[in-house]
């Protein structure tokens, strides 16, 4: 029988006899070359995987970098022809933000926020160093190689065990956003960090591809119970520390742009269990590239709120052209959320004066629920190790965000792109207030 995919290479002429075999049919059934068929029948596996490499790309030169907000690219080295690069697996103390550290598990010592960069059409090789107390192994997610590279510990590989080097090698035949994470007791290890982004650039460049900021942006989940300084890998639902690159609201830095630039934001989603809605305010941004392919410009469409599935990549474009702070969040309100933001009883309306003195006398964490809500004076006093669940200073009040939030921040003038230019000074008469009595009376209003 045809596999699937030699009746998709094979075309119209192979449907004509789909129950005949793939091969020796006649003429009519040999599959046509390549390069003559559509674009998605061309790409399902990238082609033959062995393929002459070509020069190694540089930065600045082959191409400009992603910037990675509170991480980085992986150093590399270029030997005979082929980039090396040496990802190490170890124990990382992480501050998912400040006040709240974590002994986790990174790569390249970071959580969630390392990054792979290379060029279409270069051979890479990946040297993995295990120095967990655990067995290991690396996926490259979305990307084209010999299946023994594809990192799954068992079916493709041994598993890495602690101490050991292993070497992965291949050449990239497709540009796009990825990802790497481990593929060995996938449950633990994702909830301990072991997730990253790989970012292939164009060898040639691509029409309508062009930007001036383009951010690299993974999405995780964790459970870091108050009073614990690991993730627990059980967890399955009430994920309480939310990051972008590793870090937490208010820990996560702003994505700082020159009004009028042209931004991309790739963003790759390795949380547990959640997809993510991420919401970007004061702009419309069209979906131009998933993990699988850039989009065709007349296929490509306009959101507001993009949703990246758990193992998906979705890259958005827009020209920032509104100055200003804008949030960029997931609109998934639970997860706007830090520690501390599921376990309470529901006492908005309730007078709940004194309750807490006298619970406290039981259970010295016990905090309610505040009686209008989450905003009354929750992020006060926190446990040791432990962060508000939500809140930060913002230049008029407290956000009551936490969680997967950060800022864009788009200014008419800007010296650097890696110095968080302060908050938006708005020009005058352009910022809600609190209403006047003579405004209320002239339009009508009673209050
Ligand atoms: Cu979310």
């Known amino acids: 029988m045809p596999t699937r995919r030699e009746i998709l290479v094979g075309g119209a002429a192979l449907t004509a006899g789909a129950l005949a075999p793939a091969r020796g049919v006649g003429a009519a059934a040999e599959p046509a070359a390549r390069s003559e068929l559509p674009r998605w029948e061309a790409t399902y596996s990238g082609g033959p995987a062995e393929r002459a490499p070509l020069e190694p790309g540089l930065p600045g030169h082959d191409y400009t970098p992603v910037t990675v907000p509170d991480g980085a690219a992986l150093p590399f080295r270029i030997v005979d022809g082929v980039k090396v690069f040496h990802l190490v697996i170890s124990e990382v103390r992480h501050e998912f933000a400040p006040g709240l550290v974590a002994t986790c598990w990174g790569y390249d010592g970071r959580v969630s926020s390392s990054t792979i960069e290379a060029v279409e059409g270069e051979r890479v090789r990946i040297y993995v160093t295990n120095r967990l107390p655990a067995a290991t192994s690396v996926h490259w997610h979305g990307i084209y190689l010999p299946n023994g590279m ?54 040639t460049p691509v029409e309508d591809d062009h930007v001036d900021r383009d951010f690299a942006i993974l999405l995780g989940e964790y459970s870091v119970e108050v009073g614990t300084s690991r993730p627990n890998p059980i967890e399955d639902r009430s994920f309480n520390v939310l990051t972008f690159n590793g870090k937490t609201f208010p820990g996560t830095s702003p994505l700082v742009v020159k009004t009028g630039d042209r931004v991309r934001m790739r963003i790759g989603n390795l949380s547990a269990m959640d997809h993510h809605p ?111 669940m939500r809140g930060a200073r913002g230049p008029f009040d407290e956000i009551t965000m936490g969680g997967l939030v950060t800022v864009l921040k788009v200014r008419d003038r800007l010296e650097r792109y890696d110095r968080d230019p302060g908050w938006y000074r708005h020009p005058p008469g352009t910022v809600a207030r609190r209403a006047t009595r003579e405004e209320l009376s002239r339009d009508g209003i009673a209050v």
């Open 150 to 203: 594809d990192g799954v510990g068992g079916l493709n590989q041994p598993r890495i065990r602690p101490g050991e080097t292993f070497r992965y090698e291949w050449t990239l035949r497709q540009h796009g956003s990825f990802m790497f994470h481990s593929h060995h007791d996938e449950m633990t290890q994702f909830a301990m960090g072991l997730t990253g982004m790989f970012v292939i650039h164009p060898r």
């Open 278 to 388: 991420v919401h970007v305010h004061g702009h419309h941004f069209r979906v131009t590239a998933t993990d699988g392919d850039r989009i065709p410009r007349s296929a490509q469409w306009p959101e507001t709120s993009v949703l990246v599935g758990v193992g998906q990549v979705r890259d958005i474009e827009f020209v920032a052209d509104a100055p200003g702070d804008w949030a960029v969040h997931c609109h998934m309100t639970h997860h706007v959320m830090n520690q501390m933001g599921h376990k309470f009883p529901n006492l908005i309306g309730v007078d709940a004066r004194g309750l807490d003195d006298r619970v406290r006398s039981l259970l010295p964490d016990y905090m309610t629920m505040g009686t209008s809500g989450m905003t009354d004076g929750m992020h006060d006093a926190v446990p040791p190790n432990s962060i508000a």
